[in-house]
């Protein structure tokens, strides 16, 4: 569809060519409008018999009693103008264009302003320039819709990943704090196990003199004065 909607029609076929080959694999309420959008590839590069043969299919393929959708209706118009029948190109577009029934929300923006420029280069080549003005009028009021849509779509898309990408700066620097918090706690663990194990060491340490004190103590309540008890105290 991109490729066909920026005239690119030769890049379009293999791909849907390779669509095509596994249309086994659609869903049948689809098929109709793969078919379609076939037959618009097949139009713009000239094949027109085989671009008719989708149409058809596409047609076959809708349920009973179902109108034909703006996109089936644009390419078929579009198909006749191709192959010189611009009459019948001028009544089925016109007829559509004329119906009050709400749009298919399916339907693709291009395929009504496709249609409305179809529908004016028929009436042109008819030699009403009247109603071709009409509907040049109606497809450059159509163009700027779209335009204005695609503004405002352009808009909330940068509005969204303005706020996608705030989302990501404020994840980020919550991982940032998350990760230095983590950082700092492992730092104060290993303060407390350094503290502890220096505790450790230093009560082992201190305890030793302080039984020995306390031994040497012991020993001197018991004996009289000597020598041997003023080196104790000496000690």
């Known amino acids: 569809l991109v490729l066909n909607a920026l005239g690119r029609d030769e890049e379009a076929q293999p791909v849907a060519e390779r669509l095509q080959a596994s249309q086994h694999l659609m869903r049948d309420d689809k098929r109709a409008k793969y078919a ?18 989708l149409l058809d299919e596409a047609t076959s393929a809708r349920a009973p009693d179902t109108a034909a959708p703006l996109e089936w209706v644009t390419v078929q118009a579009r198909l ?15 007829q559509r264009l004329a119906a009050d029934a709400l ?39 159509l163009h ?3 335009m204005g849509r695609a503004a405002r779509a352009r808009r909330i898309a940068m509005e969204v990943e ?17 990760q230095r918090l983590a950082a700092l706690n492992a730092a104060l663990h290993a303060a407390s196990r350094a503290k502890s194990d220096f505790l450790a060491a230093a009560s082992h340490d201190l305890r030793q003199p302080l039984h020995a004190l306390a031994l040497q103590v012991a020993a001197l309540r018991g004996e009289p004065d000597s020598p041997r008890r003023l080196a104790r105290l000496d000690r």
Do not use: K, N, Y
């Open 36 to 53: 379609t959008v076939f037959a618009e590839i097949a139009r713009a590069r000239g094949d027109h018999g085989h671009a008719q043969s």
């Open 103 to 141: 749009p298919d929300a399916s339907d693709l923006p291009l395929a009504g302003l496709r249609l409305r420029e179809c529908a004016a280069a028929a009436c042109e080549a008819l030699g009403d320039l009247g109603a071709a003005m009409a509907h040049s009028r109606a497809a450059s009021a």
């Open 162 to 178: 303005f706020q996608l990408a705030l989302a990501r700066q404020q994840r980020d620097a919550a991982e940032a704090e998350h």
């Open 80 to 94: 006749w103008m191709a192959t010189g029948q611009t009459l019948a190109a001028r009544a089925l577009a016109e």
């Open 144 to 146: 700027e819709t779209m």
